[in-house]
T-cell receptor
Framework: ETGVTQSPTHLIKTRGQQVTLRCSSQ?????VSWYQQALGQGPQFIFQ???????GRGNFPPRFSGLQFPNYSSELNVNALELDDSALYLC????????????FGPGTRLTVT | LAKTTQPISMDSYEGQEVNITCSHN???????ITWYQQFPSQGPRFIIQ???TKVTNEVASLFIPADRKSSTLSLPRVSLSDTAVYYC??????????FGRGTSLIVHP
């Protein structure tokens, strides 16, 4: 059984640029959630995708957008990067929405300079 | 959205039992309590989940009293490798999971 993978592992971008982060969900999982984790803080929910549709969104501006593909892999896109976007971005897959156990990937460390 | 409150940090010693309490006064009827463990620079890892009374698995126990306003994660005989941040979540049909800052557990030799 393949776990959740994310790419890239590290990324450095300049303020104002755009970035795309990728996530492959665990086999058999149809739901992907994205989180932002700043240093010393807990993960903050960005949004969730269920069967290619957005299924819930946290308190993040529209420049944070996402996609889920037919194979349930997912992308997180962030436009007009700001310094405060520097964080660990985590992807989690689950067998469904609601109370299902989430399986997290190792994360992508994004640094915005 | 059910907000959870946990101690910011705890210290213990190898071989001891550790109990981490989480307060969730406004938990919804359809919310479950879920605990995750996170090591530095890694994603959180599921530990245990429950609705009420007691749940036990190979790594932990979860106690939830009848009023469900709090819960306690119990880690039996901790080792140095249990040093991590532990998060309590109330999650259910309204899927906006809120992690909070978690409890940083340090296990000493």
């Amino acid at each position: 059984e393949t776990g959740v993978t994310q790419s890239p592992t590290h990324l450095i971008k300049t303020r104002g640029q755009q970035v795309t982060l990728r996530c492959s969900s665990q086999s058999g999982h149809n739901t992907v959630s994205w989180y932002q984790q700043a240093l010393g803080q807990g993960p903050q929910f960005i949004f969730q995708y269920y069967r290619e549709e957005e299924n819930g969104r946290g308190n993040f501006p529209p420049r944070f957008s996402g996609l889920q593909f037919p194979n349930y892999s997912s992308e997180l896109n962030v436009n007009a990067l700001e310094l405060d976007d520097s964080a660990l971005y985590l992807c989690a897959s689950s067998a469904g929405t609601g109370v299902y156990e989430q399986y997290f990937g190792p994360g992508t460390r994004l640094t915005v300079t | 959205l059910a907000k959870t409150t946990q101690p910011i940090s705890m210290d213990s010693y190898e071989g001891q039992e550790v109990n981490i309490t989480c307060s969730h006064n406004n938990i919804a009827t359809n919310d479950y309590i879920t605990w995750y463990q996170q090591f530095p620079s890694q994603g959180p890892r599921f530990i245990i989940q429950g609705y009420k009374t007691k749940v036990t698995n190979e790594v932990a126990s979860l106690f939830i009293p009848a009023d469900r306003k709090s819960s306690t994660l119990s880690l039996p005989r901790v080792s140095l490798s249990d040093t991590a941040v532990y998060y309590c979540l109330a999650q259910g049909g309204s899927y906006i999971p809120t992690f909070g800052r978690g409890t940083s557990l340090i296990v000493h030799p």
